[in-house]
């Protein structure tokens, strides 16, 4: 079986070299990082510069979304057991916190990962309270308990509906999803490699004194297929859930979009934690953040993961290509009886690369990998040949948990403009290369695709009408304050479209506005178009 599984490994990255540019250049764009205790979170440029910061008081985690609203892990200390968080909070550009939401007790505690929906709604893992009694109940052997608490993960997907409130609209809990042959008079009992879809509740073998059976460090989700996957630290590996299920079908066996409820769809990186395997079959061992691959990217469709003790003295980035089907099923291998695929389709390490806790790896448009390894408090991006192209060391002692890629340059300080007098300030963040350049913010009433080609081939997402060419040519005048702008020396500046009473007629009500800029060289070319930017008119 490990023979299989050497040569599998060489042939896909064979295979994934042949079809694999060898970039040398740096993705465009931002890079977040999050320091772990109470502290500011980060954005660097490609340089590896800090060009913005939000206020410290965030921890582990933190993502921007897709309004442009920064989502966090907040400080609190209300379970004492690693990585946890505590809270939620979503913050504007400058600082101004929206939403802080506890999730802190007395049975719900936010710890490790968040993931953004595109709905606007955020996924959190969350230990459980249970107690021992509880755990014993289900069949877990009392021998490997201590203490009073027994904290199995789930997951609760939140809708805010106030500056500290919101509601739970899905759940998913792991204790739904177990299996034991322990004791044959409590539930859950069979035969554990008969059931590769739910978790034996007695893996690892190990006596835990303070609950923690899971420790689920990393989420993501797949809007193509509305999948999730999580990392599982204290089994070694990674699983796929179905997110199209209702909280009722999550909970059971049936049901969903693929008939399965809430069991384990596809899980890897420990065969033996299902009884498929042996220790020689190990390939994760103690994995951080789990991610799929965005449609578009080089390897779109695959999962990528940090894993933490690719040997005992180094960690490793692979990258997985999913056994997934046309209609995006995950099936076991019928031949092997294991989850494939049988080894990495992509492997990245060096000499020097540890970090035993912590760490993520995320898949950047141009096919680059930007790495985070945690204990080493650094952030660096590699080519697809394994080419460092970027590299920023935090300074101080804390760890770093995670790095996200930010694509976007502006943010807009609201998401709707008023027929009754209003203005939306626009701050552009384009980094140090770009500094002292000008950028212009350009505005459609006609939407972003399929947008326009500019000179030189910069692509500017926004399709030109009347309000385009107005901004094109009354920049500065009127309702457009400072659209014209230079830069600073991180590439920043601020912009602000005005509207005072009448000037919008009500008939524009709830129709869309899309903005973006576009930066200059010191010749006045075109060399950059930002995201665009929405904001729709309100009455």
């Known amino acids: 079986m490990n023979l299989h599984r050497a040569a599998t490994r060489a042939a896909l990255a064979l295979a994934f070299a042949a079809t694999q540019g060898h970039l040398g250049a740096q993705a465009p764009g931002l890079r977040l990082f999050q320091p772990i205790g109470n502290f500011a979170t980060q954005l660097l440029d490609a340089s590896g510069t800090v060009v913005h910061q939000w206020p410290g008081g965030g921890n582990l985690t933190a993502h921007v979304a897709a309004d442009g609203s920064l989502l966090r892990g907040r400080q609190a200390t209300a379970i004492p057991v690693p990585g946890q968080t505590g809270g939620v909070q979503r913050i504007d550009f400058d600082g101004t916190v929206r939403w802080d939401y506890p999730l802190s007790g007395p049975n719900l505690f936010g710890h490790h990962d968040l993931e953004p929906m595109p709905n606007g709604n955020v996924l959190v893992i969350v230990w459980e309270r249970y107690t021992v009694a509880d755990a014993v109940a289900q069949g877990r052997d009392p021998s490997l308990l201590t203490g009073t608490d027994w904290l199995p993960d789930g997951l609760i997907e939140l809708q805010q509906t106030g500056p500290n409130s919101a509601v739970v609209v899905w759940e998913w809990h792991l204790i739904d999803h177990v299996v034991q042959d322990y004791d044959a008079t409590k539930p859950n009992f069979g035969v554990v490699a008969d059931h590769p879809e739910l978790l034996d509740i007695n893996y690892p073998p190990v006596v835990l004194t303070d609950g923690d059976y899971n420790h689920a460090n990393g989420i993501d989700y797949d809007p193509v297929h509305d ?288 903005f973006a800029h576009v930066v200059f060289d010191a010749g006045l070319q075109p060399v950059r178009a930002g995201t665009a930017v929405s904001v729709t008119i309100s009455p």
């Open 227 to 514: 999948l999730i996957a999580i990392s599982a630290r204290a089994q070694n590996e990674v699983y796929i859930i179905d997110h199209a299920t209702t909280t009722a079908e999550a909970a059971g066996h049936t049901g969903g979009a693929r008939g399965r409820g809430g069991d384990i769809l596809w899980r890897w990186g420990n065969p033996a934690a299902y009884g498929a395997g042996t220790a020689q079959d190990q390939q994760l061992d103690g994995q951080h953040d789990p991610r799929f691959v965005p449609p578009g990217y080089p390897g779109a469709g695959h999962l990528t993961v940090f894993n933490n003790r690719h040997t005992p003295t180094s960690s490793a980035v692979y990258e997985l290509a999913l056994p997934m089907d046309a209609a995006g099923n995950l099936a076991i291998d019928p031949v092997l009886g294991t989850y494939g695929p049988p080894a990495p389709l992509w492997t990245f390490t060096e000499p020097g690369f540890f970090s035993n806790v912590t760490s993520s790896a995320e898949r950047l448009p141009n096919g680059n990998t930007l790495i985070c390894s945690g204990t080493q408090n650094r952030v660096f991006e590699v080519t697809p040949a394994g080419q460092t192209v970027m590299s920023y060391s935090h300074p101080g002692s804390n760890l770093l948990f995670q790095a996200n890629y930010v694509d976007r340059s502006m943010w807009a300080d609201r998401a709707s403009l008023s027929v009754a007098g209003d203005q939306v300030r626009f701050d552009h963040l384009t980094g140090t290369a770009h500094a002292n350049r000008y950028a212009l913010l350009l505005g459609t009433l006609s939407g972003r695709s399929p947008g326009v080609a500019l000179p030189g081939g910069t692509a500017l997402p926004l399709n030109v009408d009347a309000l385009t060419d107005a901004m094109a040519t009354q920049w500065n005048t009127g309702v457009f304050v400072d659209t014209l702008c230079l830069l600073d020396a991180a590439g920043a500046g601020a912009s602000a479209v005005l509207a005072p009473p009448g000037v919008i007629p009500p008939a524009l009500v709830g129709v869309t506005l899309d």
